[in-house]
């Protein structure tokens, strides 16, 4: 047992080397002249010979290179510390992480060089937006329960009457006024479920999420004459822990939309795949896209460009993937097509 801290010799080699945060020395143009065994694991390495004198902006997306740059060049000519910054890194297997990097000069000899410490923050920052998505849907959800309460009350007393005078003053109008009021009560009741996906009592399946996307593509044969579906499954057979007819529901309503923004003829390219404890579901279409101001609109009740549309599909999608602890994310560019990226945790 090790009475004091001076009583034996720390090996300050063994400290860094094994240390849990990834520890790089650079020089000049980003040049990697040390890291430390972390740094390989963050990165996916498997051997310091695929790194060491390296540039590290090779695992930086080209993004950010020219604020990278500027910083290390205060840091090696002004010896200037960096407290801390977030940034982006790009892992072997092309997997994009959050990092957080702080940054210090270090004199070795006459020269100076950057000791850089990066943190995976990948995680911290999904579950913080996440939280942020969630609490922004249940305040929706609490707003459209609480209407829904209200509107359908006196709705439903309106169809009582409604079959008494279609029953003592029949007239065509009286059932047109009838299917709309059924409209009507069936929007508020996709709403509430939709804003509240809890309230659906279905019972936690162990789900092959690639199954269900064949089994959903089937239901569009129909459209098969003017889109052309392409499924690209990988990694068939891993399973994840879910609700079966919500999920069978939000990938319906992603593949539904990719079809309705294809005016005459396009491809809606569907992926499946395991990375990392997460399956990727990506569906990618050549339609309409979205324009920028709008993209952030996606996933709020009743947002809908379509004249007959609901807008509560993308609701549904987003609440069921958040309910099941998943991520969602959606890329596009007017004219060109959209690309929904959806996560679900693996057991
Ligand atoms: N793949 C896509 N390409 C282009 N725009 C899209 C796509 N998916 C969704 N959108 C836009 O998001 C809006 C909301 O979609 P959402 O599925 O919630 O409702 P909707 O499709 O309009 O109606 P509903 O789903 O009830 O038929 C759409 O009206 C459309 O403007
Ligand atoms: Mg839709």
New binding site residues.
């Given amino acids: 047992m090790i009475e004091t801290i001076e009583s034996f010799h720390i090996d300050f080699h063994q400290l860094i080397e094994n240390s849990l945060n990834s520890i790089f020395i650079l020089g000049e143009e980003g040049k990697i002249y040390y890291c430390n065994k972390a740094s390989l694991k963050l990165l996916k390495l498997t051997s310091f010979e695929e790194i060491l004198h390296n540039s590290l902006y090779n695992f930086i997306p080209t993004y950010i290179h020219v604020v990278c740059k500027e910083r290390l060049n205060n840091v090696l000519h002004k010896q200037q510390a960096i407290d801390y910054i977030e940034a982006q890194m790009i892992r072997k297997d092309g997997e994009i992480i959050d990092v957080e990097v702080k940054t210090t000069p270090l004199k070795m000899g006459e020269e100076y060089y950057a000791q850089v410490v990066i943190q995976d923050i990948t995680n911290r920052k999904l579950a913080m937006r996440l939280l942020h998505e969630k609490e922004r849907l249940a305040s929706l959800g609490q707003m459209a329960a609480s209407i829904v309460h209200e509107v359908k009350n006196p709705l439903t007393t309106v169809k009582g009457f409604l079959q008494l005078l279609k029953r003592d003053h029949p007239h065509e109008y009286l059932n047109t006024v009838d299917s709309e009021l059924d409209k009507a009560l069936s929007i508020l009741h996709s709403l509430l479920f939709v804003s509240k996906p809890d309230l659906l009592e279905e019972p936690l399946l162990e789900i092959d999420v690639s199954k269900k996307i064949e089994s959903t593509v089937l239901l569009f044969q129909d459209k098969q004459d003017y889109v052309n579906l392409i499924l690209d499954i990988k990694d068939a057979g891993r399973k994840i822990e879910g609700k079966r007819n919500s999920l069978l529901k939000a990938f319906f ?2 593949i ?3 079809i ?2 294809i005016s005459e003829k396009g491809t809606i390219t569907i992926e499946h795949y395991y990375q990392n404890g997460w399956i990727h579901v990506k ?1 990618t ?1 050549t ?4 324009a920028e101001e ?1 993209l952030r ?3 709020t009740p009743f ?4 004249e ?10 987003y609440a069921t993937i958040y309910d099941h602890g998943g991520d969602i994310c ?1 890329q ?1 560019e007017l004219g060109k ?2 690309t ?1 990226h959806v996560k679900l945790p693996t057991k």
């Fill in positions: 309503n992603l539904k939309n990719a309705e923004a569906v279409d339609g309409i896209g979205v709008q609109m996606l996933g947002f809908s460009t379509k007959k549309g609901t807008g509560l599909g993308l609701t549904q999608v959606v596009s097509g959209t929904f």
